[in-house]
C-alpha cells in the first residue's frame, strides 16, 4: 500500500479504538481480579480516593498495570494496531518511512502517553488540530496512525434478479 492509499486517523475514531481497547481490558481483568480478590477488590475501589494505594497488592499491579502495558506493546510490535485500531483498520507507521515503527517506538509511544494526558488530556485532544493528526505522544516518537483511503467495494447481486 502506497502513502497516497492511506490517509491519517482523526481524533474520534482514535477515541472509539481506544474504548474498545479499554472495554476488552476490563472484560479479562475484571473477572481476573475479582476471582483472586474476590468482592473485597471493589470495596477497596469505593475508598480508592481516600487510599495512598494505586494498587491493592502485587497481583492487582501485574493484572491491571503491567499486563495492559505488555498487551499494548506486544500488539503495536506484532500488528501495529491494538484490537480496538485493528478494528476500525488504523495502523501505526513509522511517520518518516511509513514502515512498522520500532519496538523503541512502541515503547516510547506507550509511556509518552503520560506526557499526552498530564496537562487536561492535551496531547490527545492535539490529535483534532493537527495536520497530520498526531497526538504529542505520537510526535515525541515519530509515529503517525493512517488507514486506507478506500475501502474496497464489491459489487452485490441478488439470486432472485
Request: charged share 20%; proline share 4%.
Amino acid at each position: 500500500m502506497t502513502s497516497n492509499d492511506l490517509k491519517y486517523v482523526g481524533f474520534w475514531v482514535r477515541v472509539g479504538a481506544a474504548l474498545l481497547d479499554r472495554l476488552i481490558l476490563v472484560a479479562i481483568t475484571t473477572p481476573v481480579l475479582t476471582l483472586y480478590y474476590g468482592e473485597s477488590y471493589w470495596e477497596y475501589y469505593e475508598s480508592y480516593w481516600e487510599s495512598e494505594d494505586i494498587f491493592l497488592g502485587p497481583f492487582d499491579f501485574l493484572i491491571s498495570g503491567l499486563f495492559p502495558m505488555i498487551a499494548t506493546i506486544c500488539f503495536w510490535v506484532a500488528k501495529q494496531a491494538t484490537p480496538g485500531k485493528m478494528a476500525v483498520r488504523a495502523k501505526i507507521v513509522d511517520a518518516k518511512t511509513g514502515r512498522a515503527p520500532t519496538l523503541g517506538q512502541c515503547i516510547g509511544r506507550y509511556f509518552a502517553r503520560i506526557i499526552s494526558l498530564i496537562p487536561l488530556g492535551m496531547g490527545f485532544i492535539w490529535i483534532a488540530f493537527d495536520d497530520r493528526k498526531q497526538g504529542w505522544h505520537d510526535k515525541l516518537v515519530g509515529t503517525v496512525v493512517v488507514s486506507p483511503k478506500v475501502i474496497e467495494q464489491q459489487e452485490v447481486r441478488f439470486d432472485g434478479s
